[in-house]
């Protein structure tokens, strides 16, 4: 039974380039959340989608940052014109159904993106 | 708002040893807190979780955690460390309400363990 896969897992850009990350939940998981995780910090939460839906983005910056689950494929976490500050790992997160309220999340190993 | 504060970014011990990690948080609503950890190339996954019930909380692999509501504590413990115990531990605790799945974390602590 595989994991959540999240792919790449190492992605370089140069600033005002794209980064685009995957994300493949569980089988049978329809929730998927993505995490940020700065240097020295801790993950935060960025955003929570189902199929084809934004149900709470709370945590994601303003600009440049979008994501999307669609109806098939994996999840995409899309960042434009990306700045040294975005350079973080990425991790991604799902739940499945009834489990969503529980903080019982199964996490990917993460996609580390560096901004050269 | 909620927070999490780790003590010690790196513990050492020897096999055998006990282990405590030291968790403490901050919440402005009755917290859940958990235990993530995660061993080399592997996502997090969840270790134990404290959800208002029972203060001492037993999770896999003989990890245990007390819920100590006085000292905004939440730390872990295993009385005998194993060589496979070995990993990065998160103390996190969640947004409560409707948005359990928020969670804040703590910036980790690294187990490592001496033969």
């Known amino acids: 039974n595989a994991g959540v896969m999240q792919n790449p897992r190492h992605l370089v850009r140069r600033r005002g380039q794209e980064a685009r990350l995957r994300c493949s939940p569980m089988k049978g998981h329809s929730h998927v959340y993505w995490y940020r995780q700065l240097p020295e910090e801790g993950l935060k939460f960025m955003v929570y989608l189902q199929k084809e839906n934004i149900i709470d983005e709370s945590g994601m910056p303003k600009e440049r940052f979008s994501a999307e689950f669609p109806k098939e494929g994996p999840s995409i976490l899309r960042i434009q014109q990306v700045v040294r500050g975005d350079s973080a790992a990425y991790f991604c997160a799902s739940s499945p159904p009834g489990q969503v309220n529980t903080g019982e999340l199964f996490f990917g190993e993460g996609s580390r993106l560096t901004v050269l | 708002a909620q927070s999490v504060t780790q003590l010690g970014s790196h513990v050492s011990v020897s096999e055998g040893a006990l282990v405590l990690l030291r968790c403490n948080y901050s919440s402005s609503v009755p917290p859940y807190l958990f235990w993530y950890v995660q061993y080399p190339n592997q996502g997090l996954q969840l270790l134990l979780k404290?959800?208002?019930?029972?203060?001492l909380v037993k999770g896999i692999n003989g990890f245990e955690a007390e819920f100590k509501k006085s000292e905004t504590s939440f730390h872990l413990t295993k009385p005998s460390a194993h060589m496979s115990d070995a990993a990065e531990y998160f103390c996190?605790?969640?947004?409560?309400?409707?948005?359990?799945?928020?969670?804040?974390f703590g910036k980790g602590t690294l187990l490592t363990v001496n033969p």
């Open positions: 404290y959800t208002s019930a029972a203060t």
């Open positions: 996190a605790v969640s947004e409560g309400g409707g948005s359990n799945y928020k969670l804040t």
